[in-house]
């Protein structure tokens, strides 16, 4: 919309009204008169000395009522005193005039008028008359400050809105953002929306190129930023697509489309920390109660196996007196064989009440993820024995087919192995290493400790069940490392202690590949 301000048009140049012999005089009566534009011409003081019919429809005057009359009969007297100083100044230097009044018909509604006012200068240079050009523009002006209310109260209800909000460009330059969003720029640098969009166009791949080429909406995707020294940050990223008739001139009758991409960011990092506490302590829990159950089966175990070495010399002393009494009745013999029928029976009864190992389909597993995870489920005994820890994840894929729990209880064994061996060293380093590393088949995975170390000639004795180097002082059945070789060898893999390690315990596993996946 036009300002109310005095642009500097060209200053209007004194001319000999020459007639057209083309156009004869009454013609450019005839054309003022019927022009759609309200047109009234008057003297050098504002004083109306005639007005056409749009003039007379307008502002409601007959021509009879407004001749003689100033310009300012239309003033409603709220346009400010300014505007018309400046109007005068600049009409007076013979420069035309335009700019927006409030005006008031002969009934008194008000109306805005786009003014243009010319001076008509004679041949002597002086300014005689005015010619004053005016057309009604309120309903365009309603309209403008509709759109721009609906803008500001848009603008303001993105600011408000505790999502990140950002649109961009096809170039993918923000044009407009809001509040949450400027907070990210603090947070993940500029520019985040072109950072998580790149984030999502390698999550998605193809998925994410034909949608975004084809101006398809995408429904929100979590998205994980890493920034090396903070905290993960997870967000759920929504696309929406909009477009735009370009407004240029030259689209007028040739639309063009601009299509313009909504980018909603919603911080989900706080939900994820709290899905992942609830995962590790439903998995802690999971994993307590198997350990429960592995304890119940080792004492049971270790009580048949115990209770078996003297039932069975008891048998062979059974034996050897049948072969004695030669047939002659011998109570005693009898009372025995009694006694160890009803052991025998005793023992079945109690290998009966060892539980069964839980039975978990084997499925496609990220070593990584399960080693994260036993970090994460013994970070209060790491800290509490001051341990550094080192952990290298594998840079491939590293997934093996097998049972998450088992695999989860396995080197969950092998870290608090290496916690007690640590704790049993008095001084030097306090250090624990985990590593997994993609081989040609297989993941190998290395968790070395600076405890004491296993004397070589122990290296395998300590896989047998009931080996321990702990005592039973320590309430150590022994069956850990045992359980470990049992879970490793039921997954198609390996597990030994390495005989070159020097500075401490290093326990190499190696699992194969989960079928289908190509390494390189
Ligand atoms: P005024 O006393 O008329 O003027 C206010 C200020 O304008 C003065 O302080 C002075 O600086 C300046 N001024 C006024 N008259 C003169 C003059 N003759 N010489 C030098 N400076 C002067 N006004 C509208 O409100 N609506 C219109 O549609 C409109 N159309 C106009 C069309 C033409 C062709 C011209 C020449 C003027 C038009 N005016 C219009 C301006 C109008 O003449 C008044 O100046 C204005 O309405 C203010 O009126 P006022 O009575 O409030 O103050």
């Known amino acids: 919309m036009t300002k109310p301000t005095t642009p500097h048009g060209p200053k209007t140049q004194p001319s000999a009204a020459k007639s057209d012999s083309n156009v004869p005089p009454h013609l450019f009566r005839q054309a003022v008169e019927q022009a759609a534009l309200a ?139 809001n509040q949450e969003y400027k907070k990210l720029i603090g947070d993940l640098g500029k520019e985040p929306a072109v950072r998580l969009l790149a984030v999502l166009r390698a999550q998605m791949g193809e998925v994410f190129t034909k949608a975004y080429d084809k101006h398809r909406n995408i429904a929100a995707r979590e998205v994980c930023i890493e920034t090396a020294g903070r905290p993960t940050r997870w967000f759920s990223c929504a696309i929406s697509w909009f477009e735009e008739h370009d407004v240029g001139a030259d689209a007028f009758y040739d639309p063009q489309r601009r299509h313009y991409l909504l980018l909603t960011i919603q911080d989900i990092s706080e939900l994820k920390r709290q899905q992942e506490a609830l995962r590790i302590n439903s998995l802690r829990a999971l994993l307590s109660e198997q350990e429960r159950i592995q304890g119940l089966r080792e004492t049971l175990a270790g009580a048949v196996y115990q209770l078996e070495g003297p039932l069975n010399m008891l048998s062979a002393a059974a034996k050897m007196m049948e072969r004695k009494r030669e047939g002659s009745d011998l109570p005693a013999a009898s009372a025995l064989e009694e006694a160890i029928r009803q052991s025998r029976e005793v023992l079945e009864t109690l290998r009966g009440c060892i539980p069964e190992q839980g039975i978990e389909a084997m499925q496609p597993v990220n070593l990584n993820e399960v080693l994260v995870d036993v970090l994460k489920l013994t970070t209060g005994s790491l800290l509490g024995a001051g341990i550094v820890v080192e952990w290298t994840p594998s840079g491939d894929l590293s997934v093996v087919t097998g049972n998450p729990g088992q695999l989860t209880n396995l080197f969950k064994q092998l870290v608090t192995n290496a916690i ?95 079928a289908g996946v190509n390494h390189v």
Not at 67 to 76: A, P, T
Not at 90 to 102: D, S, T
Not at 421 to 449: K, M, P, Y
Request: include cysteine.
């Open 420 to 514: 007690e061996a640590v704790n049993d060293r008095r001084g030097g380093q306090r250090e624990l290493r985990i590593a997994c590393t993609s081989r040609a088949d297989h993941l190998e995975v290395f968790v070395e400790d600076s405890g004491p170390g296993i004397p070589d000639d122990l290296r395998y004795k300590v896989f047998q069940p009931f080996f321990t180097t702990k005592g039973a002082a320590r309430q150590h059945l022994g069956l850990g490392l045992a359980m470990a070789q049992e879970v490793v060898t039921r997954h198609g893999g390996t597990i030994d202690i390495d005989p070159g390690y020097h500075n401490g315990c290093r326990v190499r596993v190696q699992l194969p590949f989960a």
């Open 39 to 177: 047109i009234s011409i008057t003297d050098a003081h504002a004083n109306i000395l005639y007005a056409n019919s749009a003039f007379q429809r307008i502002t409601g005057y007959e021509q009879n009522e407004i001749v003689g009359h100033n310009e300012s009969i239309l003033s409603y007297r709220v346009t400010p005193k300014l505007v018309y100083e400046s109007l005068w100044a600049q009409i007076q230097r013979q420069r035309p005039w335009n700019g927006l009044l409030v005006n008031k018909r002969k009934d008194g509604n008000r109306y805005l008028a786009d003014v243009t006012i010319t001076p008509v200068v004679s041949e002597d240079g002086d300014t005689t008359h005015y010619l004053g050009m005016h057309r009604d523009v309120t309903e365009v002006h309603r309209l403008e400050r509709q759109v721009q209310n609906q803008k500001t109260l848009i603008e303001s209800v993105v600011d408000a809105a505790q999502v990140a909000i950002v649109l961009l460009d096809e170039k993918e330059r923000v044009l407009l953002d």
